[in-house]
């Protein structure tokens, strides 16, 4: 029977695992290593999006690491992903070759690869998210050959010489003015997608006298910074950027305020690359090339863009909010849950305790009634063996002497009866009855038989005979009866009686 300490313990095991079940299972949760070549502002508007997007997806977690423009210290960050046994990658790569030996790396523990803006010189079996750079030169020079009216000088300012992006665009921007023999190229500045290393670079030409019509700089930044140089010089020079972020002093605000002639929208992606990302983790197909759309801003659609951007910023701080109430409802629920559960807990512990204790108290009753029924037992017991004690023993009057004389000395013979002891009185068997009777209330066989037994339990507790030995020894020619007959008589078993036969027990 399971007691109340294994019931108690039964109990709280099944609960906890009840409240453990109910704290809810979780669904596989994914770590996703995020390598960044840079930690500009365009790369953290893609982190931005990455992450609120993840916290929608729900199963994602986000770790950035940025190599601040070193494809060595990439190369690190992508090896300590692969240690970290992270499930999938993400990396915008510094250079074309620079980091092409740790994706391999990655792709060799099998995680799955998704390059995002910058492309590297093989193809790993990864997936690419990003802008087609080579279609945004190609806007780029038709744009800057429609501006010069096919006549005229450019220089072209171009990011990181080795990364893809500063190629392509360089390839597209080239080939829309192979178009128009008219406009020639003055110098190409290898900027190093720096507004700074630009503006230098370019000041030094202008100081020899350079004064070209237009520049295409690969960034919004590098444009911006080439455009207070030649400010600086007086000269009357249209800048195209690429990036066309949002905010103040971005490139959007730049063409607006008049400091660029134009940029490119290079969509930063983020919610798409987690999408994707995600669907890979769940083990769909996707498509090996995302490119995402582009468009050429100047002073015609640039009120358009920055309204929607604005709008968008503010949708965005609003889902910001939201998802902030969310986690604080979430939390707060997840703790009642908890209270609920531990309230459940008491509750159920309190009801097994009382039912314990009800069966306990119970129990006591019953056994304190028992108790009780039995002493009342006794009671009468002693009652009765006192009575006859008297009435047989202590009658001294001449008949009673002479037959405890008679009883004494027939009881240990079975075939000794009240014929016997009748004519051992000399008296006639009626006349025996009458008498007895009329002295101690009982038949002369009563008479016989609780002599016998009394001379029973004198020898059971004073000598080391057994039951049967003494049934035999008083008379009785079964033990079996004796025992019967010593029940009825002294209400207890004879067996608990006899020394010899308490003894054997213990030894047994
Ligand atoms: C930021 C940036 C952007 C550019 C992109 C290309 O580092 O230079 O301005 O469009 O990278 O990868």
Same mark, same amino acid.
């Given at each position: ?9 039964? /109990?709280? /095991? ?27 502002? *365009? ?21 950035? +690491? ?12 992508? $090896? ?9 990658? #993400? ?26 803006? +910058? ?26 050959? !429609? ?23 360089? @390839? ?12 020639? /190229? ?6 190093? *997608? ?58 959007? $605000? ?20 987690? @999408?994707? !990302? ?31 951007? %604005? ?7 609003? #889902? ?11 939390? =707060?629920?997840?703790?009642? @849950? ?10 159920? %512990? ?19 009634? +028992? ?5 009342? =037992? ?14 047989? $023993? ?16 027939? %009881? ?16 006639? =068997? ?14 002369? !066989?009563?008479?016989? +038989? ?34 019967? /007959? ?23």
């Amino acid at each position: 029977m399971l007691r109340f300490p294994s019931i108690l313990y039964y /109990c709280v /095991c099944a609960l906890a695992l009840c409240l453990l079940s109910a704290c809810g299972s979780e669904p596989e949760r994914h770590k996703v290593g995020v390598s960044q070549c840079l930690g500009d502002k *365009w790369h953290e508007k893609m982190n931005t999006e990455m992450q609120r997007e993840a916290a929608f997806v729900g199963t994602i977690d986000l770790h950035i +690491r940025r190599a601040g423009g070193n494809s060595r210290q990439q190369c690190l960050d992508i $090896d300590s992903f692969i240690s970290e046994g992270v499930d999938l990658l #993400i990396v915008s790569p510094n250079e074309m070759h620079g980091v092409t030996a740790a994706i391999e790396r990655a792709r060799q523990a099998n995680i799955p690869v998704i390059i995002v803006d +910058r492309k590297i010189d093989r193809d790993l079996g990864y997936v690419f998210i990003g802008m087609d750079n080579y279609k945004a030169g190609l806007m780029a020079g038709e744009y800057a050959a !429609a501006e010069l009216k096919g006549k005229g000088t450019v220089v072209e300012i171009t990011g990181l010489s080795n990364s893809s992006p500063a190629i392509n665009r360089h @390839r597209g921007f080239a080939e829309a003015l192979a178009n128009h023999p008219d406009i020639t /190229c003055s110098a190409i500045i290898d900027g190093a *997608w720096n507004g700074e290393v630009a503006a230098r670079r370019l000041d030094s030409l202008m100081a020899q006298g350079l004064r070209p019509d237009l520049v295409f700089a690969h960034n919004d930044r590098m444009a911006g910074d080439a455009a207070e140089v030649a400010g600086k010089y007086g000269a009357k020079t249209f800048f195209i950027g690429v990036d066309a972020l949002p905010g103040k002093g971005f490139g959007v $605000d730049k063409v607006k305020n008049g400091r660029l002639k134009a940029t490119i929208i290079n969509p930063t992606g983020g919610d798409r690359i987690i @999408r994707v !990302a995600d669907s890979l983790l769940s083990g769909l197909n996707v498509s090996k090339n995302t490119l995402l759309e582009s468009t050429l801003i100047d002073q015609d659609n640039v009120q358009l863009v920055e309204d929607q951007q %604005l709008q968008m910023a503010q949708e965005e701080s609003k #889902i910001v909010q939201l998802g902030e109430r969310i986690n604080a409802f979430d939390k =707060r629920y997840s703790h009642q @849950r908890i209270y609920l559960y531990v309230c459940i807990l008491a509750f159920v %512990l309190l009801g097994v305790m009382f039912i314990f204790f009800l069966r306990a108290y119970r129990a006591g009753l019953r056994n304190n009634a +028992r108790l009780v029924l039995q002493a009342r =037992r006794l009671e009468q017991q002693r009652n009765q063996l006192a009575l006859l004690t008297k009435d047989t $023993d202590n009658t001294d009057d001449a008949f009673s002497v002479h037959l405890r004389e008679v009883v004494d000395e027939g %009881l240990s013979d079975p075939d000794f009866g009240v014929e016997e002891m009748a004519a051992k009185m000399n008296m006639a =068997r009626s006349q025996l009855f009458r008498k007895i009777k009329a002295a101690y209330g009982y038949t002369p !066989a009563e008479f016989l +038989r609780a002599a016998r037994l009394k001379r029973g339990a004198e020898m059971l507790s004073h000598s080391k005979m057994t039951v049967a030995e003494v049934a035999f020894a008083v008379g009785f020619s079964s033990p079996a009866y004796f025992s019967k /007959c010593y029940r009825a008589y002294f209400g207890q078993n004879p067996r608990s009686v006899s020394k010899e036969e308490n003894k054997a027990e213990g030894e047994e």
